[in-house]
């Protein structure tokens, strides 16, 4: 005679239902966080790589960086086929990899959607004006001044790059910054404040070393005297004097 052969009762799988719930609405939220950490560690690697590449270029030219743009500035929409050479474009020979300078996590996406650099890869990284074009001397859109990489008198205070960007790699637009609040644009130009990881940004420094700060802390929270400011040009003061202002050489850290 054969024994008897128990099912589970209803209670019984819904008890373990429950529990196999109860373990997913803990660890999902933990894998999200890993992963989204491991996309702030990669883009954290893009911004040393970047770094280098920059300093690199400067051991080349005499201690000088480059200026976050050279040649015709005047327009947005413009890259090298108008005669715009941003710094991203003048130091592709030292990364010879374009895919680093797409952050994984951007808020904007892998590519540019619409406009003249629709289907362009987005770059997600900006130079601040104040190591990109420090004294401000150009009212022509045509020749920003670089700056020499032993000006600042703090250089792992100083960042030399910062997350922003919606527009395409080698264009105008989003190619420099301000302010270390902007992720797009600029105030009156459709400002867009959105933290790229975990309420913060990722920053490369001028000694290149590249770490994370929340909104509230580091490049975020400085305030410089703001002694010095240059003499009104025609693209003096996109963002106001305030923390986190990073437009000319008197925001130096």
Known sequence: MFPSRRGFTLIELLVVIAIIAILASILFPVFSRARAKARQTACLSNMKQLALALNMYAQDYDGVLPAWCFGATGNSDNCASQGAYTWDAVVQPYTK????????????????????????????????????????????????????????????????LMEKGQRGIGYVGDATAESFQQSHSCTGQGLKTDPYHNGGKNFAFLDGHAKWYNETAGPFSVLTAGIGEPPAVSHQQYEKHVAGHCEWASDWP
């Open 97 to 160: 990899n374009i895919q680093i300078l797409t952050c994984p996590d951007s808020p904007f996406g892998r590519t540019v959607s619409g406009g003249a650099d629709n289907g362009v890869a987005v770059r997600s990284y900006a130079m601040p004006r104040y190591v990109g074009d420090p004294y401000g001397t150009s009212n022509a859109g045509m020749a920003y001044a670089d700056c020499s990489i032993d000006l600042p008198p703090h250089p792992s205070d100083t960042v030399l």
